[in-house]
Nanobody, 122 residues
Framework: QVQLEESGGGLVQAGGSLRLSCAASGRASSTYAMAWFRQAPGKEREFVAAISWRGFTYQDSVKGRFTISRDNAKNTVYLQMNSLKPDDTGVYYC?????????????????WGQGTQVTVSS
């Protein structure tokens, strides 16, 4: 089993920045692919970014504003979010899957955190 715990969410004005962290424990491995998803009220959970040793990928709407990274020594994945917009508001979830292929579908991830709220005011 893999346990994931997100932190770093909060309230920020449009144009501001936040950094989310996801600490992995249990059987988490540096070979796992890690991802961030988000869910806005009344909407489905959507892919934001993913990272593995193969590289990384982003949803088009966050390219150039968000950066995903990982510190394997700390078993932690980060999401640096800059130039935030009200449309970025939602609960952000960390996810992990065994294997290094970068996937964007939420059904392709095996482990999930509880989520952290990000609210961007206009």
């Amino acid at each position: 089993q893999v346990q994931l715990e997100e932190s770093g969410g909060g309230l920020v004005q449009a144009g501001g920045s936040l950094r989310l962290s996801c600490a992995a424990s249990g059987r988490a491995s540096s070979t796992y692919a890690m991802a961030w998803f988000r869910q806005a009220p009344g909407k489905e959970r959507e892919f934001v970014a993913a990272i593995s040793w193969r590289g990384f990928t982003y949803q088009d709407s966050v390219k150039g504003r968000f950066t995903i990274s990982r510190d394997n020594a700390k078993n932690t994945v980060y999401l640096q979010m800059n130039s935030l917009k009200p449309d970025d508001t939602g609960v952000y979830y960390c996810a992990a899957r065994a294997g290094s292929t970068l996937r964007v579908g939420r059904d392709e991830y095996d482990y999930w955190g509880q989520g952290t709220q990000v609210t961007v005011s206009s």
